[in-house]
């Protein structure tokens, strides 16, 4: 705990992240995007005070990290949590609009790793039952369809499997992901 004070100490004393003009174009085309959206749909309008809070949220997750300047990823977690506090602000009907329109800021950096690995152990045992029922005996290798993967994570907004083969997770639990013949491959 004494570390975890000093910490916070020394962040909020001698850290101010400084957000990059890059950066800042980026929230202004967004804001604009917000606003279009907002009168073409009817819904609550977005406010200069949302930008504020979003450039005021991404300069606090860069002092977390203490770092001097504000990163892209910094930007990116502010706008995924204000954009999904103010969709649900919204009326039903605007809200599965907005988060329509805006899922590609909404998913990121969220942690499906484990999610994907959950329906991907279920696809694997099913295929296993199924392989054990037609040929019998003991398996060695399961094969599961990445395209049966990437369908069910679509349907939970995932588009990007890419990260998840890649990860720790995914190698850890002993899949190998064969893109050449679009399959997940599981050694007993």
């Given amino acids: 705990a004494v ?4 910490s916070t100490g020394y ?3 001698k850290i101010k992240p400084k957000l990059h003009y890059v950066d800042q174009d980026k929230i202004a085309s967004l804001y604009a995007e917000l606003r279009r959206e907002s009168m073409a749909t009817g819904s609550i309008p977005i406010t200069v005070r949302h930008i504020e809070s979003m450039i005021r949220l991404s300069e606090a997750h860069a002092k977390v990290h203490l770092r001097e300047y504000v990163r892209e990823d910094d930007i990116n977690i502010a706008i995924r949590i204000m954009l999904e506090s103010f969709i649900d602000t919204q009326k039903f009907s605007v809200m599965k609009n907005m988060k329509h329109t805006f899922s590609k800021y909404l998913s990121y950096k969220k942690d499906n790793n484990e999610l994907l690995l959950f329906i991907l152990k279920q696809l694997a045992k099913d295929q296993m039952v199924y392989s054990r029922s037609r040929h019998g005996g003991d398996i060695q290798t399961v094969e599961i369809s990445a395209e049966e993967l990437e369908d069910k994570a679509r349907q939970i907004n995932i588009h990007n499997l890419q990260p998840f083969y890649e990860s720790e ?4 639990n002993r899949f190998v992901h064969d893109k050449k013949n679009k399959t997940i491959l599981l050694t007993m």
């Fill in 169 to 172: 997770v995914f190698l850890s």
């Fill in 3 to 6: 570390v975890s004070t000093q």
């Fill in 11 to 13: 962040a909020r004393t």
